[in-house]
């Protein structure tokens, strides 16, 4: 086995190669003066099972193609078996033709993945996991980050109740308060198709007296989702409020719009390359390196 990795690895090839013992192949890349992205594996990999690992958070394009251009560069070399490590797999949002005409960018994106010669793709909590199952044509294999997620947040609450902010988050809210040993609920969400703004239930069912609240999610994008599921959450009596996510996008003014909600800390993993170093990021590698 040899592992690739990319200009998006962030960091996890280093830790797989050393965790595995296996050894690391760094893509060579560049950017032509017109913009196009230039890929070079300079080692050969004949008759190896290459792991590429490339995340594609933003410049999600860039990435993506970057990811691409090594599956061909590496198949081209001869590598028996390909696997491509993708942390963070954009466009998983779009698992779906919410409006009539829309692009259904999940599945573009994984054939094109797919046809470039990955035979395997192993990614961390997409957004539907089941889709990314439909619609990549070879072996997926799916990476809980909740183990990584949990050991950072049992540090930061003391009395937790955690809470998803909407019906969709609910199983993996389940999975983290079994590992914080913890209840949990959810509230319900609803979003605009047209302007993407959210707007968040109230939710009289729920009493959060004197209970530090841990809202999860999969990504933080815009933070508009838990910036809202906190207020409401201090509303129903909560002590505390922290957000996790396993992708922490952070866009805009996302971090400022957390705090002036009241959210005292932002969990998130090293999926995504996340700039704000008041972000407390838990390593998801050793939860990748047992897939391998
Ligand atoms: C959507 O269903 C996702 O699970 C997240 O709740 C959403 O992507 C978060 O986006 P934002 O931070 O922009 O509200």
């Not at 690895?9 to 013992?21: A, R, T, V």
């Not at 008759?47 to 690992?53: A, K, Y």
């Not at 955690?162 to 993996?172: K, M, N, Y």
């Not at 040993?181 to 319900?188: D, L, V």
């Amino acid at each position: 086995m040899i592992i690739v990795g990319g200009p998006a690895s962030n960091g996890i090839d280093e830790k797989l190669s050393e965790m595995l013992n296996v050894k690391l192949v760094k893509a060579e890349h560049k950017i032509f003066p017109d913009g196009e992205s230039y890929i070079r594996i300079p080692e050969s990999v004949r008759g190896e099972e290459v792991v590429i690992v490339q995340s594609t958070y933003y410049p999600q394009d860039k990435h993506l193609m970057e990811l691409l251009l090594m599956i061909e560069a590496v198949k081209n070399l001869g590598a028996s078996k390909i696997i491509s490590i993708i942390p963070y797999l954009a466009y998983a949002r779009q698992d779906r033709r919410f409006k009539d005409g829309e692009a259904l960018s999940l599945k573009i994106v994984l054939n094109l993945i797919y046809e470039s010669g990955s035979d395997e793709l192993i990614t961390v909590e997409p957004h539907k996991p089941d889709a990314v199952i439909s619609y990549f044509k070879g072996n997926v294999k799916i990476v809980d980050p909740t183990p990584a997620l949990a050991r950072e947040i049992k540090k930061e609450v003391e009395n937790p109740f955690v809470l998803a902010p909407d019906r969709g988050a609910l199983e993996r809210a389940e999975r983290l308060a079994k590992e914080i040993n913890s209840p949990y609920s959810h509230i319900e969400k609803e979003r605009d198709r047209t302007t993407g703004e959210v707007r968040i239930k109230e939710a009289p069912h729920l009493d959060l007296h004197g209970k530090d609240v841990v809202l999860i999610d999969d990504i933080i994008s815009t933070g508009g989702t838990l910036a809202q599921a906190s207020q409401l959450s201090y509303n129903l009596g909560a002590r505390k409020v922290i957000a996790a996510a396993t992708h922490v996008l952070l866009v805009n003014d996302a971090y400022d719009k957390l705090t002036r909600a009241g959210i005292k800390s932002i969990i998130g993993t090293n999926t995504i390359k996340v700039e704000n170093k008041n972000v407390k990021i838990a390593d998801i590698s050793d939860l990748i390196a047992v897939k391998l």
